[in-house]
């Protein structure tokens, strides 16, 4: 591992469980492998705004950044690609928030996820064009949804990253975190035992 990108997206600060899961993951990965490059994001303190016209405009058409917010939002899709493109490992902190990802960390996906840099349209449909990148998502849920239809985060991530050509994908899952403080330590001890068997 020569560059590992991490994005935390609990909005709790220092009580962020899947903050605290992806610091542990993070710096489990990083133990192993002196000297890597670690890029930190934390996207409750530091957002990416909605994707809105003006910018998403710039993304096909860079000469159409006129406006300084079309130039910031276009800077910025270009910042947060170039971190996408130097990391071969990427952590993400993924709380459950109202069922499914933080708006902040789909925005986040939004601005990487670009035609003709992060992935192409082709006849078969579209394939991505990062390669060689391991991702590992950790999430933290006050429920237990794991395999049921209420789910909807493990497999959006997956097509998410899938889209932009990251396929190889380790999942960490602190569940139950709401269901009492035995269930809650159960969960957090899985995710540690997970965390251990990942690095
Ligand atoms: C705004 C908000 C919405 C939540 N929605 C859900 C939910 O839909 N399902 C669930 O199981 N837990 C839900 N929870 C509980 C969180 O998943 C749980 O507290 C988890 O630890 C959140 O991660 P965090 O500690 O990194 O913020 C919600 C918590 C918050 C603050």
């Given at each position: 591992m020569k560059t590992l990108l991490q994005i935390n997206a609990g909005l709790q600060g220092a009580d962020?469980?899947?903050s605290r899961l992806a610091d542990r993951l993070a710096d489990a990965l990083l133990a192993k492998a002196p000297?890597?490059?670690?890029?930190?994001?934390?996207?409750?303190?530091?957002?990416?705004?909605h994707l809105d016209h003006g910018t998403f405009q710039t993304f096909f058409d860079p000469g159409a950044a006129v406006t300084p917010a079309q130039k910031a939002?276009?800077?910025l899709s270009?910042?947060?690609?170039?971190?996408?493109?130097?990391?071969?490992?990427l952590v993400l902190g993924a709380p459950m928030y109202n069922l499914n990802?933080?708006?902040?960390?789909?925005?986040?996906?939004?601005?990487?996820?670009?035609?003709?840099?992060?992935?192409?349209f082709a006849e078969s449909g579209p394939v991505g064009l990062l390669e060689g990148k391991t991702a590992y998502v950790a999430i933290a849920q006050g429920g237990n949804f794991l395999g049921t239809p209420a789910d909807l985060q493990t497999g959006y991530i997956k097509m998410a990253l899938g889209l932009i050509g990251i396929e190889d994908i380790e999942f960490v899952y602190a569940k139950g975190l709401a269901m009492g403080p035995q269930a809650a330590e159960a969960g957090l001890q899985n995710a540690y035992q997970r965390i251990r068997e990942l690095s």
């Amino acid at each position: 591992m020569k560059t590992l990108l991490q994005i935390n997206a609990g909005l709790q600060g220092a009580d962020s469980q899947s903050s605290r899961l992806a610091d542990r993951l993070a710096d489990a990965l990083l133990a192993k492998a002196p000297g890597a490059k670690h890029i930190k994001r934390d996207l409750s303190q530091d957002p990416v705004p909605h994707l809105d016209h003006g910018t998403f405009q710039t993304f096909f058409d860079p000469g159409a950044a006129v406006t300084p917010a079309q130039k910031a939002g276009l800077s910025l899709s270009d910042t947060l690609i170039a971190e996408l493109k130097e990391a071969d490992t990427l952590v993400l902190g993924a709380p459950m928030y109202n069922l499914n990802i933080p708006s902040t960390l789909k925005s986040w996906i939004d601005y990487v996820t670009r035609a003709e840099q992060t992935f192409r349209f082709a006849e078969s449909g579209p394939v991505g064009l990062l390669e060689g990148k391991t991702a590992y998502v950790a999430i933290a849920q006050g429920g237990n949804f794991l395999g049921t239809p209420a789910d909807l985060q493990t497999g959006y991530i997956k097509m998410a990253l899938g889209l932009i050509g990251i396929e190889d994908i380790e999942f960490v899952y602190a569940k139950g975190l709401a269901m009492g403080p035995q269930a809650a330590e159960a969960g957090l001890q899985n995710a540690y035992q997970r965390i251990r068997e990942l690095s």
